[in-house]
């Protein structure tokens, strides 16, 4: 099993070649065999997936680091254009592209270059199901803090891709990490999470501009999604992702679109001192 994937991205257990929603476990999965007993019997560690440093689409590009206006002006329509799926088809994701969009996500900037992330790819269904009745269980708590319009308005809102999305992908932050040796986390820690955060973002760009739709799904009882997917108890959870290929396509935002919250004017957002 050839392992591309750089250093940063370590992940639960090396997988055999089965199917992960069509793709081909690459990198790894969360199976029912306990995680912190491989963690043990590594020497207290999750092991580590070694592979280049370098993601292979990085390798043998020849660039000057200078961009186009024409290359700017599409970068400006992938930012348009990125959004937050709720809606997927059900056909599986190419595995070549999901592999790309996993290499760019680990090339993200990190505070002292820690590279905390933690992608955790879901293969078994009944974890998927676990995590499905797990948001449902959540979200019905979630409707009522709501009262009145804005409460009928949360109940018809579509927040997430759950049962649909052919791949699951949960990410942790490891807090504990000696990757970095600290650099810029003394008096403001929770940078390890930020750098988690851009890693995300860098995720989720590479795959819109490969025409794959994720989407962020943040409703849940973390410790009990934690203990779905039994992983090290210094992993803090920071996103699970729904990946697949959007149902339609559109620049405004579903909670735009259903009038949950519009895009505030720019100006309460930038100051000057």
């Given at each position: 099993l050839p392992l591309p994937l750089p250093l940063p991205l370590l992940l639960l257990a090396v997988a055999p070649l089965s199917t992960l929603g069509g793709v081909p476990a690459l990198t790894a999965r969360v199976a029912r065999a306990p995680?912190?007993?491989?963690?043990?019997?590594?020497?207290g560690r999750v092991g580590v997936l070694r592979g280049s440093s370098t993601p292979e689409s990085a390798k043998g590009a020849v660039h000057t680091g200078d961009f186009s206006r024409e290359f700017h002006e599409e970068l400006e329509q992938l930012f348009l254009w990125r959004r937050d799926v709720r809606r997927?088809?059900?056909?599986?994701?190419?595995?070549?592209?999901?592999?790309?969009?996993?290499?760019?996500?680990?090339?993200?900037?990190?505070?002292?270059?820690?590279?905390?992330?933690?992608y955790v790819v879901i293969e078994d269904q009944k974890i998927k199901d676990a995590v499905t009745e797990n948001f449902e269980k959540a979200n019905l708590e979630a409707l009522s803090d709501y009262e009145?319009?804005?409460?009928?308005?949360?109940?018809?809102?579509?927040?997430?891709?759950?049962?649909?999305?052919?791949?699951?992908?949960?990410?942790?932050?490891?807090?504990?990490?000696?990757?970095?040796?600290?650099?810029?986390?003394?008096?403001?820690?929770?940078?390890?999470e930020y750098s988690v955060a851009a890693s995300i973002q860098q995720l989720w760009l590479s795959a819109r501009s490969l025409g794959i739709g994720v989407g962020w799904v943040s409703i849940f009882d973390i410790e009990d999604l934690k203990a779905s997917l039994d992983v090290p108890d210094d992993w803090k959870f920071i996103a699970y992702l729904c990946v697949g290929y959007p149902e339609e396509?559109?620049?405004?935002?579903?909670?735009?679109?259903?009038?949950?919250?519009?895009?505030?004017?720019?100006?309460?957002?930038?100051?000057?001192?």
């Open positions: 995680m912190r007993r491989l963690a043990r019997a590594r020497g997927f088809r059900k056909d599986p994701v190419d595995p070549k592209d999901f592999q790309t969009v996993l290499n760019h996500a680990c090339i993200a900037p990190s505070v002292g270059n820690s590279q905390p992330w933690r009145g319009e804005r409460k009928r308005t949360y109940a018809k809102l579509k927040l997430s891709g759950l049962k649909e999305a052919p791949i699951h992908l949960a990410v942790f932050c490891e807090e504990d990490t000696p990757i970095g040796h600290g650099l810029g986390r003394r008096t403001m820690p929770e940078a390890l396509k559109h620049t405004d935002s579903e909670l735009i679109r259903h009038g949950w919250q519009d895009r505030l004017d720019r100006s309460k957002m930038i100051f000057k001192r």
